[in-house]
């Protein structure tokens, strides 16, 4: 039966007040591919046409790597960032693509997308004990279920907290995608996709230390006391 890899959003995090203290809810966001850069415009100039393609390719990779680090951690993991060889980054690059590309006897552009490899880029951000917006697929139980979108209201005391909601939230089985369309200091709303049935939902929910409330179609998600006091610690 075929499994479809379905990306997850994670929104990248701000927290804002308005001047009398009201939270200011963040733009709504789309859901995209998380591990793949589009459009990094490389440049150099070199001795020859090759050399400087080769120079440009190789300033490309590590910006590409930056990017793509920021597009799938929160801000706060910014300054964690591994510090990556040139071959060490290549090894997380699936394939690249190169388009609009320039050149002459010494210089040579081009706009390039890297589709870098996600389970490759998981685990050096486990190994490195990074959190990160994983991938997920639908088990095959959810395959002929029906696809749902429900909106929450989330509610968390702090950004530990926050982050721990969202990573547990994203291995939820039945989950294919997470989109943050508001985000003020203790309370977002989230917009879920998922597979199956509601009560089943909820039970993957709760496996997962996630307390759903249901209040006449009106849809709330938090941590639970114990998984929100360890995260606090």
Known sequence: MRRVLVPILLATLGFASAANGAAVPAAPVAAIDMFTISDMKVEATAPSPRAARDLAMLQGRPLAWTKLFRQVTLQA?????????????????????????????????????????????????????????????????????????????????????????????????????????ALAHNEAQIDLSYVGELDQFQDALARQDLVFGDRGGEYTLELNAVTASNSAQ
């Open 77 to 181: 993991e910014w300054g964690s960032e591994p510090q990556l060889t040139d071959g060490q980054i290549q090894g997380l690059i699936l394939s690249v693509e190169l388009g609009n590309e320039r050149r002459n006897t010494t210089r040579y552009l081009a706009d390039v997308m890297y589709h870098f490899n996600p389970a490759a880029v998981q685990a050096l951000l486990r190994k490195s004990n990074i959190a990160f917006t994983p991938t997920n697929e639908p088990s095959d139980r959810w395959a002929s279920a029906i696809r749902t979108h429900l909106l929450a209201n989330v509610r968390f005391d702090s950004l530990a907290d926050w982050t721990s909601l969202i990573t547990q939230l994203s291995v939820v089985d039945g989950v294919t995608e997470i989109v943050v369309t």
